[in-house]
């Protein structure tokens, strides 16, 4: 009897790591005749719960039965699923199809580029694109400290693409401008940067970022712009460098990481083209995650989609 008992824990009981927890011989007895369930023992003995595709999702009940057309039925409940084999929740593609899917996303970038290398039709892709960068968006650290820069950019079509009616009309160049305004906070030390589409770059938007997500006590360096230069009431040290005096760098004083990051950016943003306002956010979050994971391998961050995609898609 404990020795199928053993086998029976062996095969239903796993923690995180893999490693096989056994049951004791009086529990795995009252287990098997239905007298203690082995979730509750385990939540009991702060154990991992068991985490499989067979659980219930009305009720995360693990003991469950196969059926017709490869549903399953619950034993406690008594509702019938069908278990998903995918990934992601709405798009037919398992881990394997996903992989191969952002191996082809991270080289090639455009829909066009992947579909020639994939097997899924544009409308998947477009939809496997949509959901990558959304997770993208949610991978970025929450707080910056240490030494930083900050600095604001504007994106929007080129003015010799406009229509001859706004180019008559005009529109000015920098602060003031029709353009959608990014603001960038980079850490040097780790060599990250944040980015945020905002409204206006007024003092009580940019401030409020700043507070949120750059740790007090650190440094920031900035241009002239007057509102970085209140920033030492709020309990940063701050120092700029002033561009209308031609003055771009003295020593460590400088924002020319943040200005090379608004380098690359443009000129990726200008390889896709055809960007929705609306969609902005989201291309701008692709490529602030592909420039703070420019280190990894292509596995690496393969992998680390994978986990993310595992979390947002469920």
């Known amino acids: 009897m404990f020795f199928i008992g053993q086998t029976y824990a062996q095969r239903r009981i796993q923690n995180t790591k893999g490693k096989v927890n056994i049951l004791p011989p009086a529990i ?11 979730e509750w023992w385990r939540i009991v003995n702060n154990l991992p719960p068991i985490m499989s595709r067979h659980h219930c999702p009305y009720c995360v009940y693990a003991h469950t039965w196969s059926v017709r057309r490869h549903a399953r039925k619950c034993t406690r409940c008594r509702r019938e699923w069908v278990p998903s084999r995918y990934l992601v929740h709405g798009v037919r593609a398992d881990e394997r199809a996903w992989k191969v899917f952002l191996t082809c996303f991270l080289r090639y970038r455009t829909v066009e580029g992947v579909r020639l290398h994939t097997h899924q039709s544009r409308p998947t892709i477009l939809k496997m694109s949509a ?19 900050v600095d604001e950019t504007y994106i929007g079509p080129q003015w010799r693409n406009r229509r001859w009616v706004e180019r008559k009309r005009g529109t000015k160049k920098g602060r003031g401008t029709e353009k959608q305004a990014v603001f960038g906070i980079r850490e040097r030390a780790r060599g990250i ?8 770059v007024q003092k009580r938007t940019l401030m409020a970022l700043m507070l949120r997500h750059i740790e007090r006590g650190s440094t920031i360096y900035s241009d002239a712009y007057q509102l970085y230069q209140e920033t030492p009431k709020e309990g940063y040290v701050h120092d700029f460098v002033d561009h209308k005096q031609h003055e771009y760098g003295r020593g460590d004083v400088h924002s020319n990481g943040m200005e090379g990051f608004w380098g690359v950016l443009k000129r990726r943003l200008k390889t896709t083209g055809g960007i929705k306002r609306d969609r902005l956010s989201v291309y701008v979050a692709e490529e602030t995650w592909r420039y703070n994971n420019r280190t990894l391998s292509e596995t690496e961050k ?4 994978i986990t993310f995609l595992k979390v947002f898609g469920g």
């Open 28 to 38: 795995v007895v009252l287990c098997l005749c239905g007298a203690v369930d082995v």
């Open 302 to 305: 393969i992998n680390r989609l």
């Open 193 to 200: 940067v944040r980015t945020f589409l905002v409204p206006n």
């Open 131 to 149: 959901l990558v960068r959304t997770a993208m968006a949610d991978d970025v650290p929450e707080v910056l400290q240490g030494t930083v820069e």
